[in-house]
Nanobody, 128 residues
Framework: VQLQASGGGLVQAGGSLRLSCAVS????????MGWFRQAPGLERRFVAT????????YYTDSVKGRFTISRDNTKNTVYLQMSSLKPEDTAVYYC??????????????????????WGQGTQVTVSS
């Protein structure tokens, strides 16, 4: 399983970006997906997760109301729509996947150690 993240860039505070993560697998709808971010000098931290069906999502408090995670199971892609961006959102953003076909279709994962597959990361820089 390979993950390819894209969509990062430089944006002014208050702006928006949409990250995409394409997943190479024939069973994408069996995977729980997540987004994490890592700022310089800090550990990689949870941002958002979505269940394999897309019916359930969960966000870290600092992005609630500003970020939206979604997925298109016909395109093997998960998205992170980021709005009202702040300088503190600056980080490398990583997508992650874990096979969860035996779990409920509302099951999601917030812990990075529970994800088996990771993308290469995409840089998001928010200027003040």
């Amino acid at each position: 399983v390979q993950l390819q993240a894209s969509g990062g860039g430089l944006v002014q505070a208050g702006g928006s970006l949409r990250l995409s993560c394409a997943v190479s697998t024939r069973t994408f709808s069996s995977y729980v997906m997540g987004w994490f971010r890592q700022a310089p000098g800090l550990e990689r931290r949870f941002v958002a997760t979505i269940s394999r069906s897309g019916r359930a999502t969960y966000y870290t408090d600092s992005v609630k109301g500003r970020f939206t995670i979604s997925r298109d199971n016909t395109k093997n892609t998960v998205y992170l729509q980021m709005s009202s961006l702040k300088p503190e959102d600056t980080a490398v953003y990583y997508c992650a996947a874990d096979e969860a076909g035996y779990y409920s279709d509302t099951y999601y994962i917030t812990l990075k150690d529970h994800y088996e597959y990771w993308g290469q990361g995409t840089q998001v820089t928010v200027s003040s």
